[in-house]
């Protein structure tokens, strides 16, 4: 179980945390078929059981769709909400957060959280054995059977190793020569990080499969097939939350909010949009989450006069939440869907990580935003 939620923290950090699910959920049913053969080889459960029925296979998805949500906290490309937050967090400030900063602020909590969620998943969800005999005969088979890595693979990885070390490497040269060498200066002014990133997929259409047949890791035909609905979907976020600020409506809001609800004190702001971002990413997508709350913090903030950085970027974590039902995240859904998992087991451990993922977020991000020495 825990080594599936590093796997999916890992991906997700990068990849889409719902093609992360999509990905692994398959490997993860075809261990947990496995573990109920080996159990029913054991006489521990009868010949008829049904694989989906075991709290251990409810954990192993469970941590899967959680794990996913977690790991996209890690960087600002990580999930929808964290390109969004960071933004109008950017536009209202003028105060630009690098990449390796969100990363610096993000990995203590993600740390954090993941801990939490291994604990809580393995007390809610108590697997039914402790030790089968016969895994690790099983997994070194299907590696053997893999073979070697195909060139279409590792092409995508030299793609995915370029990408991630140009992200990077801002932050390594100010570490080298401090934030004013010109190394840093020269790089920081060049790495935007959707510049890297469309550098990174156009890599894919230039490293060939096979070059006599001039056939590229990546065609067009491929591409097109890409949802690009979901990226229209993250400039509209980022747009319904400048039209709220330009409007006058998340001012507002914020000032009736602080009127009403008597919120005089950054510690009140950042409690209050945490646990508003989570209950509306429960019931909404998780990016029109950040669009509505992140815009009614910010304004909110500057009418009590206290820096907006930390319950904004409070706001932008707590927007990834959204553990309790199969609707408030895709990966939830995914999960649900393949029958394993009870909704009355996902509103339990959901409900759980909810609380104490608020409590973490409150605590870690304005630690994290003090010593990394960002805002105001």
């Given at each position: 179980m825990i080594a599936f939620g590093v796997i999916t923290c890992l991906l997700s950090a990068f990849v889409s945390n719902t093609a992360t699910v999509a990905m692994l959920m398959p490997t993860a049913l075809g261990v947990l078929v496995v573990i109920a053969q080996l159990m029913q080889d054991r006489g521990v459960v009868k010949a008829d059981f049904d694989p989906l029925r075991m709290r251990v296979g409810a954990a192993l998805l469970l941590m899967l769709a959680y794990g996913a949500s977690v790991g996209g906290l890690l960087t600002p490309v990580g999930s929808p909400p964290n390109l969004i937050g960071r933004g109008l967090i950017e536009e209202a400030t003028g105060v630009r957060i690098s990449f390796a900063q969100w990363m610096a602020i993000a990995a203590p909590i993600c740390l954090a959280m993941f801990l939490v969620l291994a604990l809580v998943m393995l007390l809610l969800n108590k697997p039914e054995i402790r030790h089968i005999e016969g895994v690790e005969e099983y997994v070194r088979e299907r590696r053997a059977e893999q073979g070697r890595m195909s060139r279409a693979e590792v092409n995508t990885l030299i793609a995915f190793g370029v990408t991630v070390t140009l992200w990077l490497a801002p932050a390594v040269a100010s570490l080298i020569g401090g934030?004013?060498?010109?190394?840093?200066?020269?790089?920081?002014?060049?790495?935007?990080?959707?510049?890297?990133?469309v550098l990174g997929a156009s890599l894919l259409f230039i490293l060939p499969v096979n070059w006599k047949q001039r056939q590229a890791t990546l065609t067009w035909s491929d591409a097109a097939k890409i949802d690009w609905g979901t990226i229209l979907l993250f400039g509209t976020g980022i747009i319904f939350g400048a039209l709220l600020a330009e409007t006058g409506l998340a001012e507002t809001i914020?000032?009736?909010?602080?009127?009403?609800?008597?919120?005089?004190?950054?510690?009140?702001i950042t409690v209050f949009s945490a646990i508003l971002a989570i209950l509306i990413s429960e019931t909404t997508s998780n990016t029109a989450s950040a669009a509505v709350i992140v815009p009614i913090v910010i304004p909110l903030c500057q009418a009590i006069g206290v820096d907006p950085f930390?319950?904004?970027?409070?706001?932008?974590?707590?927007?990834?939440?959204?553990?309790?039902?199969p609707v408030s995240t895709p990966q939830n859904a995914i999960v649900y869907g393949t029958g394993a998992v009870p909704i009355t087991r996902m509103i339990r451990t959901g409900l759980f990580f909810d609380i104490l993922g608020a409590i973490l977020i409150i605590t870690i991000v304005p630690v994290m935003i003090a010593v990394v020495g960002i805002g105001g």
């Open positions: 934030t004013e060498s010109e190394a840093y200066i020269f790089l920081d002014d060049r790495l935007d990080e959707g510049i890297v990133a914020g000032q009736g909010a602080s009127e009403n609800l008597n919120i005089t004190n950054i510690v009140a930390v319950p904004a970027l409070a706001a932008t974590f707590a927007a990834s939440f959204g553990f309790m039902l």
